[in-house]
């Protein structure tokens, strides 16, 4: 019984520039629920913030092509007129950044900043939006609330400014929360405070939640299913605990053997060779597969497709499944163990 | 509690940086206690971790080591000589002994300047003998880089490339010590575990001595033998890095507990700490870590209530044996019970009030 609340298929998204068109996503198709969590992980490039921007109508239209389909409820949304995007953005999805610092306006208060919120979209009193603001700040944690929302952003701390963020986005009651490298920015102990926090908002108000990281440990620990991104494309989704726990595509394996762990030792870590491709000049056929250890002949011929093997667990390799474990520990070779000039 | 004979120590070393109020009528109205009474020491070809959260003083205490900033008090000691007060020649000679990599690579290195000439640069300012361009030939292929790329500006190289370019700039003089301030954290994960296998076969090469700092304690349990807990600017905890994960520190507690561990892994029960790391211009009384202890709280039983010592008195850094010290009056035994300790603190509005400063 899935209960879907956004729905990406086949998401192309061009960028046109001087060394020509940038495919930084290209035939992506996902799926975030009411209630639960999706992470999306990826290194730099990838293609995972620009999705959300594209789902969220933030591209300039004058640089950026986007095709395919984004739905929210059913509804498209990159074919909604933009005045409707207007009750989109903000009424039923909220979305935070990584630098809360750039988010906020400097020289106005941050009670009045949420209320201002309040105040776009709805008819509603002075007074009354700025009740809901100091609420808003009372239920994202913050002590004092009605203190706090007197203040200007750089009186706050980054956990503070982050947890204001996330009452401004979730003010107009959302019922989708796009969270881009919530936690990037703060130290080890307020990242675990705000990631408790979006979890707790999760559970109680039934929010669905789609994180964006590059850190595989921030997605392992609140996530309820998992995508992996490289190169503009999904390679791996599935249930968080599946895709951590039995990953099968090379680059899931590489990425998970590169982490040094909090409790390991000093024994060497397996890094992926090479740079990711170019995103003017991707490789034919899989885009990991000059830096994929399993490479065949067949990887160049055409981009493997996303397929389910196992109960919602789906990856883009075409590497038989008889054994991929047993490979996993036994790379073939290693095509060059260094980065590669750009 | 220090080693027979440490590369490079430091004792009771403290900056504290004036606050000013005013432009034409400046006057110091206090000082931001940035590093108090740090006391390290590290054994040539070892790696020491400085691992602590942001204003925790970790990166100035490696700027004094380096002798890029001047301690308020305190000294640094390299093998056994004070380097803190030497200057001109003496202290040329000192930087070609410490050198430092830093975590932006792109803000390090001169945009104007080719590889070559940013690697061959300390060659150049301290008159080393020899073919120039040989040695720097040499040392971009130590860290992985073809000489043929030396001729490229750092904008041309990604991020783990300029990281490269970093390191063998401060290979170049043979330095006996480098500082690594966040080698790693501008990196995505698939470059950080290059550059974390190049310090580690640098190393070996070479025996040279490390000062890793970090807020990433997977990086610093990765690279370091020993590893330091800082926490707004004094030492909280030492031990050898085989042993932090049985921690004795309240905060080192929290800190494992709240770094993310490797995906798969089973998830411990995290110490949600309450509020934010204090201000270091006023730092609390007693143990600076009081007003966040889940600890404190377990003693008296009471989400509000402190034990007074940890209020009024700083605990000093106790040698426990086996390489292990701690500043806490009343180290961890369990950490079973700092996690409800924590989490009870949290719902009680007045710590959450007083912490979130």
């Given at each position: 019984m899935s209960d879907v609340l956004l729905e990406i298929e086949n998401l192309h998204v061009t960028f046109a520039s001087p060394h020509g068109p940038?495919?930084?996503?290209?035939?992506l198709s996902l799926r975030a629920e009411r209630g639960a969590t999706l992470g999306v992980v990826g290194e730099s490039g990838s293609g995972k913030s620009v999705t959300f921007l594209a789902a969220m109508r933030l591209l300039d239209p004058a640089t950026a092509t986007v095709s395919g389909r984004i739905r929210l409820d059913g509804v498209?949304?990159?074919?909604?007129?933009s005045r409707e995007m207007q009750t989109v953005r903000g009424p039923r999805i909220g979305m935070i950044f990584q630098d809360p610092l750039a988010a906020l306006?400097?020289?106005?208060?941050v009670g009045d900043q949420i209320s201002e919120t309040l105040r776009a979209h709805g008819d509603i009193s002075r007074r009354d939006a700025s009740d809901r603001a100091v609420a808003a700040l009372r239920r994202v944690g913050i002590p004092s609330p009605d203190e706090r929302?007197?203040?200007?952003?750089?009186?706050?701390?980054g956990g503070m400014r982050q947890r204001v963020m996330i009452a401004m986005a979730l003010v107009l009651e959302p019922e989708l929360l796009i969270a881009d490298?919530?936690?990037?920015?703060?130290d080890t102990t307020v990242e675990a405070q705000i990631l408790a926090l979006i979890d707790d908002l999760r559970t109680r108000i039934g929010l669905g939640v789609v994180l964006i990281s590059h850190s595989l440990a921030t997605v392992s620990q609140v996530a309820d299913t998992v995508a992996v991104m490289y190169a503009g494309r999904a390679i791996e989704r599935g249930p968080c605990s599946d895709v951590?726990?039995?990953?099968?595509?090379p680059y899931t394996w590489g990425l998970l053997d590169s982490l040094p762990a909090?409790?390991?030792?000093h024994e060497s870590l397996t890094p992926i060779p090479g740079a990711p491709p170019s995103l003017a000049d991707l490789p034919p056929g899989c885009r990991f597969g000059p830096r994929c250890?399993?490479?065949?002949?067949?990887?160049?011929e055409r981009v493997p497709d996303l397929v389910?093997?196992?109960?919602?667990h789906a990856d883009a390799?075409?590497?038989?499944?008889?054994?991929r474990e047993g490979l996993r520990r036994a790379p073939?070779?290693?095509?060059?163990?260094s980065e590669p000039a750009p | 509690m220090t080693d027979p004979a440490p590369l490079i120590a430091t004792e009771g070393l403290t900056k504290r940086f004036p606050v000013t109020r005013g432009i034409l009528f400046a006057h110091t109205?206090?000082?931001?206690?940035?590093?108090?009474?740090v006391h390290l020491a590290v054994r040539r070809g070892r790696t020491l971790g400085i691992v602590g959260e942001s204003g925790s003083g970790k990166s100035t205490t490696g700027r004094m080591i380096a002798r890029l900033i001047d301690p308020t008090a305190g000294t640094v000691l390299l093998e056994g000589t004070d380097i803190t007060r030497v200057g001109g020649a003496e202290l040329r000679v000192l930087r070609r002994r410490i050198q430092m990599v830093f975590q932006d690579p792109t803000g390090a290195l001169?945009?104007?300047?080719?590889a070559n000439q940013i690697v061959g640069a300390p060659l150049r300012v301290h008159h080393v003998a020899g073919n120039r361009a040989v040695r720097v030939a040499a040392l971009l292929e130590q860290v992985g880089?073809?000489?043929?790329?030396?001729?490229?500006?750092?904008?041309?190289?990604?991020g783990g490339q300029r990281q490269r370019i970093g390191i063998a700039r401060a290979l170049a003089l043979e330095p006996d010590l480098i500082v690594l301030d966040e080698?790693?954290?501008?990196?995505d994960v698939s470059v950080q575990a290059h550059i974390l296998n190049l310090l580690t076969d640098l190393q070996r090469a070479h025996g040279m001595t490390y000062i890793v700092i970090s807020h990433d304690l997977g990086v610093i349990r990765h690279l370091a033998d020993e590893v330091a807990v800082m926490y707004l600017g004094r030492i909280v905890e030492r031990a050898p890095a085989a042993s932090i994960?049985?921690?004795?520190?309240p905060y080192t507690a929290a800190l494992l507990t709240a770094a993310?561990?490797?995906?798969?892994a089973a998830h411990r029960r995290r110490i949600?700490?309450?509020?934010?790391?204090?201000s270091p211009i006023t730092p609390p009384s007693g143990c600076a870590f009081h007003p966040r202890c889940p600890k404190a709280r377990v003693i008296s039983g009471d989400p509000n209530v402190v034990p007074e010592r940890c209020r009024t008195d700083a605990p000093p850094l106790d040698n426990l044996g086996r390489g292990r010290s701690v500043a806490c009056w009343s180290p961890v035994a369990?950490?079973?019970?700092l996690v409800g300790a924590a989490e009870a603190m949290s719902a009680a509005p007045d710590i959450a009030r007083a912490t979130s400063d």
């Open positions: 940038i495919r930084a996503v290209d035939g498209d949304l990159l074919t909604l007129p306006h400097p020289l106005l208060r929302a007197r203040q200007y952003p750089h009186e706050l701390s490298e919530p936690t990037t920015a703060l951590f726990g039995q990953p099968q595509h909090v409790d390991g030792g250890g399993y490479r065949m002949p067949a990887c160049g389910e093997r196992h109960a919602g390799c075409i590497l038989p499944m008889d054994g073939i070779a290693h095509p060059a163990n | 109205v206090g000082a931001v206690h940035a590093v108090e009474d001169n945009p104007r300047h080719t880089l073809s000489p043929d790329l030396g001729d490229r500006y750092p904008h041309e190289f990604s080698p790693v954290s501008a990196l994960a049985a921690p004795f520190h993310p561990g490797r995906p798969g949600l700490l309450p509020g934010d790391p204090p369990t950490t079973d019970d």
